[in-house]
C-alpha cells in the first residue's frame, strides 16, 4: 500500500513511560510535564504507563492533555499488566474489564485515542482462552461508550501468553473498535527471532493486510527495541544506555519498509531504562532515509 509519492508519511517517535533521564531534568517535578521533556528532546509521543492499575489523578490528567497540546505530542494509555481477558474466572474477568473501562475513561481525560493492553495468559486450552477474550471485549462493545476511543490489543512477548500476531488479528477482525499493537521485539522473541531483513517486515505487513485490509494502516501503533529471547520467547527488554543498537530485531530494515510503503505510525521504544536513546535513534535513522 502507498499513501502517496509525493508526500512522505509522519512517523512519531516517543517513548513507553519516564525513562531516568525524564527524572534528571528540570520537569521531574511531576510525571505530567513529560511532554513538554520529550519535545525539548526532540521526541512527539508518550505511551502513558498504567502498569499497576489506573490511577492518575484528574489533576495530572489534565496536565497532561495540556501539556500534549502545547507540544504537540501523541498520547497513548497503557492499561494495567495483570488484565487476562481470557481467563475462565469470572471475577478475573470483571476485574479485567474493569481496568479496561478505567483505561478508556482516562484516555478521555487526557485526548488520547488509543488504549493499549495485553489480553493476558493462554492457560491450557489457548482456543478457549481467546474465544473468552473476544466475547469479554463484546461485552465493552455493548455496554460501554468508547467516543474517539479505539483498542490496540499487543502482541505478547512470551509464547505462553495470548497474543500472537495471527491472534491478535483475529480479536481485532471481530470487534470493531479494535486494532492491533504490533510489537516487533516480542514478535521476534515469541517467533524465535523472526526479523532480520526488510523482507521479513514486508510479510508481516501482507498479513495484517490480509487480515484486516488497507485500513488497518492508518492505525499503526508499534513497539520496537532491543530484547533477549529463549525457547519460551521474551526473556528481557535490553538496555541502550552507554551501548549502541547492536541486538535484535534491528530497526533498519524495519524503517526502510516502511518508507519503501510509505507508512505513518507511531513507534514507542521500550529499551530498558533507555527508551528515550532508542527512540532517538531510529529517529534520526529514518529521518537519514531519502524523502
Not at 521531574?28 to 499497576?52: F, H, M, N, V
Not at 527512540?279 to 537519514?288: P, V
Request: aromatic fraction near 8%; charged fraction near 25%; hydrophobic fraction near 40%.
Amino acid at each position: 500500500m502507498m499513501l502517496g509519492e509525493n508526500k512522505r508519511a509522519t512517523l512519531r517517535f516517543g517513548v513507553a513511560g519516564n525513562p531516568p533521564h525524564f527524572w534528571d531534568s528540570e520537569f521531574r517535578k511531576d510525571r505530567g510535564y513529560a511532554p513538554a521533556w520529550l519535545r525539548s528532546i526532540g521526541l512527539d509521543a508518550l505511551e502513558i504507563q498504567c502498569t499497576y492499575g489506573v490511577r492518575t489523578p484528574d489533576s495530572r490528567a489534565a496536565l497532561f492533555r495540556e501539556q500534549a497540546d502545547e507540544h504537540d505530542i501523541a498520547l497513548s494509555i497503557h492499561g494495567p499488566y495483570y488484565i487476562t481477558l481470557g481467563t475462565e474466572d469470572p471475577q478475573k474477568r470483571e476485574n479485567s474489564l474493569r481496568d479496561l473501562r478505567k483505561s478508556i475513561e482516562l484516555a478521555k481525560k487526557v485526548g488520547s485515542r488509543r488504549v493499549i493492553f495485553h489480553p493476558g495468559g493462554a492457560g491450557k486450552d489457548r482456543e478457549g482462552s481467546l474465544v473468552r477474550a473476544i466475547d469479554a471485549l463484546r461485552v465493552l462493545e455493548v455496554e460501554d461508550e468508547f467516543g474517539d476511543v479505539e483498542l490496540f490489543p499487543e502482541i505478547a512477548g512470551k509464547v505462553g501468553q495470548l497474543g500472537s500476531l495471527e491472534e491478535i488479528l483475529t480479536i481485532c477482525s471481530e470487534i470493531s473498535h479494535a486494532w492491533p499493537c504490533l510489537d516487533l521485539a516480542h514478535l521476534h522473541a515469541r517467533e524465535g527471532g523472526s526479523f532480520h531483513v526488510q523482507a521479513d517486515y514486508e510479510q508481516m505487513f501482507d498479513r495484517i493486510e490480509a487480515a484486516l485490509g488497507t485500513e488497518a494502516f492508518d492505525r499503526l501503533h508499534i513497539h520496537m527495541y532491543p530484547i533477549e529471547w529463549g525457547p519460551k520467547g521474551e526473556v528481557r527488554h535490553i538496555s541502550l544506555e552507554g551501548a549502541p543498537w547492536t541486538d535484535e530485531p534491528r530497526y533498519e530494515p524495519f524503517l526502510d519498509i516502511l518508507a519503501a510503503r510509505n507508512l505513518s505510525a507511531t513507534v514507542i521504544c521500550e529499551a530498558k531504562n533507555s527508551q528515550d536513546i532508542g527512540a532517538l535513534t531510529m529517529q534520526a535513522a529514518y529521518r537519514a532515509l531519502s524523502p
